[in-house]
């Protein structure tokens, strides 16, 4: 090793380093110390910031939703969009932001023509936080990595080919790092980038790509096949052997064989059916509905008879125990044709954001049942109103091993029960402060985090709530019609009148202000969210609107 002499020897005994910040309420700050600020990495959807570019999240009220197909009100806003028959959708950039009040400064482009011409200011508003959503297309923020799209060029052939299209031959990426750099600025709707190369350039948000997190995984993923490859191909996998016939005639003297053949599960269900007196929480329908979930799940065959009968016991002995002990607020449909299928319906409980709500569930027992839990599908319209329902309609739950525990928070097939899933979904899953459900945020109970963003949070749920309620009267779960209507048609003027008190600005309580709540305002967005909620409550004539009209 060769010995380097340094003339000048030192220590660093001190730095001091400052930083430029755009802070949320739009003020700016230059050259403020470092040691000053701390980093806030924790916030909820509906926090934003100036220079994002955001888009209307408000479902038109006319907007037509099939119940067989729960769908993003993205969706049905690019669907109404494109099909001519509704507004396209709003877009903008924040200018500000007031958290305590839930309210965001925004200015509107126009929606029409050119993208640079599409940047021009239309407007400026104030809207609900809640009635916005990031626009995915222009995502590009202060700090992001970006990629200057390459412009097409003329082919052999005349025609033109972006290098997208692996024309690498005619597109070749700059030798130095012009295409590559820093936003670090957010002009009036465009783009300042620092590129690689030291130059500087503001460019609209259609000409560049921002590198995200999931695309440096992409690529390490993609590396992984050739740098990690030990030469050892996977396995083959072994063919799965077929399920054998089974005579199930033998379950049941009284079960004849019928022709077209039933179904294993509906032939169990008529053979029990008889053994149950069903009160009026749980419900049996000849046929089970076009909607469900988990109707074209094969009927897969058991293996042997014993097993069969020891899984029409497990059934039979839930449903007894649903017979006796089931809540007044949840409510189940069983069905003769597949005994392996329920549906669940349970009202949101007071004192919590989803109160006089419906919440639809669908489940399915497994073959291998109760040694596995049952299978559980929520209905969410593509509203994420809770950490544990995922819009896709996953329930995370420990006791549907969706989610990890211990103990008694997992299934046994000894020990749990379907009574204990929905039980646990409505006091657990749907409580009065949803925040803490997140994974880890239950950590931050009484911390700042947690203060400001769990009342937030409670808002939206109870909007989103709101919002199902909308979906459900327009296109209500098949065989549960008449029960939506006399729920609303019993419920619906506590639901407005719930909206009204937090339109004056209390909290709720059982749809009612009391003093406490007066000391605990709701934000101005929430009101402000709520008008157009409750307008889409008159416009299809929700019973007792009459009075709030």
């Known amino acids: 090793m060769r010995h380097v002499e340094v003339e000048f020897p030192m220590l660093v005994a001190n730095t001091c380093t400052t930083v430029d910040v755009v802070w949320q309420d739009g003020t700016r700050q230059q050259g403020r110390p470092s040691a000053t600020i701390v980093p806030f990495g924790i916030w909820n959807e509906q926090e934003f910031f100036p220079g994002q570019h955001v888009v209307a999240n408000v479902l038109p009220i006319n907007a037509a939703v099939d119940a067989t197909v729960d769908v993003t009100t993205t969706s049905v806003n690019n669907d109404i969009a494109a099909s001519g028959t509704g507004p396209a959708e709003r877009v903008g950039i924040v200018k500000s932001m007031q958290h305590e009040d839930q309210t965001v ?8 023509g050119h993208p640079d011409e599409a940047m021009e200011v239309e407007c400026d508003d104030t809207v609900s936080a809640y009635d916005l959503r990031l626009d995915s297309s222009h995502s590009a923020y202060y700090g ?6 390459v412009p097409s060029v003329s082919t052999d052939d005349g025609e033109s080919a972006p290098l997208s299209q692996g024309n690498k031959k005619k597109n070749v990426v ?31 948000p259609h000409e560049i790509v921002v590198i995200k997190d999931e695309h440096y995984m992409e690529l390490w993923l993609e590396m992984g096949d050739w740098v990690e490859d030990n030469g050892i191909d996977d396995a083959p996998e072994e063919p799965v052997a077929a399920n054998t016939d089974i005579d199930l005639q033998n379950l049941d003297n ?52 014993s097993r069969a009968k020891s899984w029409a016991k497990a059934v039979q002995k839930e449903w007894k125990i649903l017979e006796d002990d089931l809540p007044e607020t949840i409510y189940v449909r069983a069905f003769e044709d597949r005994m392996d299928l329920l549906r669940v319906v349970m009202v949101g409980a007071s004192g919590t954001p989803y109160h006089d709500g419906l919440f639809f569930f669908d489940l399915q027992l497994p073959p291998s049942y109760p040694d596995a839990p049952p299978q559980v599908y929520y209905h969410s319209f593509g509203l994420r109103l809770n950490p544990n329902l995922y819009e896709s309609g996953t329930v995370c739950l420990s006791l549907l091993n969706t989610f990890g525990g211990e103990g008694t928070e ?3 097939s000894t020990e749990s029960s379907l009574l204990q899933v929905v039980v646990s979904i409505q006091g657990l899953v749907l409580n009065d402060k949803p925040y803490y459900n997140e994974t880890g945020y239950e950590t931050m109970v009484d911390k700042p985090e947690g203060r400001r963003n769990a009342l937030p949070y409670s808002e939206n749920a109870y909007l989103l ?78 019973e007792g609107c009459e009075e709030y009209q």
């Open 254 to 305: 009284d079960v004849e064989s019928v022709s077209p053949p039933m179904s294993r599960t509906r032939l169990l269900g008529l053979s029990f059916r008889s053994l149950l007196q069903l009160t009026s929480d749980i419900w049996w329908l000849e046929i089970s509905p076009l909607d469900h979930h988990y109707l074209d799940t094969t009927d897969q065959e058991m293996q042997g008879a």
């Open 465 to 542: 709530t709101l919002r199902t309620m909308l979906h459900l009267l327009r296109r209500p779960p098949r065989g549960f019609e008449e029960f939506v209507k006399e729920h609303f048609r019993h419920r619906g003027r506590f639901v407005l009148r719930a909206c009204n008190a937090w339109l004056q600005g209390n909290i709720v309580d059982n749809a009612h202000a009391t003093e406490v709540s007066r000391k605990q305002p709701c934000s101005a967005g929430l009101r402000l969210a709520l008008t157009s909620l409750v307008a889409a409550f008159i416009e299809i004539r929700a």
């Open 174 to 204: 700059p030798a130095d790092l012009s295409w590559v750099g820093r936003v670090v600025e957010l002009p009036n709707g465009h783009v300042q980038v620092k590129w690689g190369d030291g130059s500087m350039s503001t460019v609209s």
């Open 144 to 149: 992001d990595i970006v990629i200057r799209i």
């Open 105 to 112: 400064c925004v200015s509107w482009f126009k929606t029409q």
């Open 410 to 412: 997992v299934w046994s």
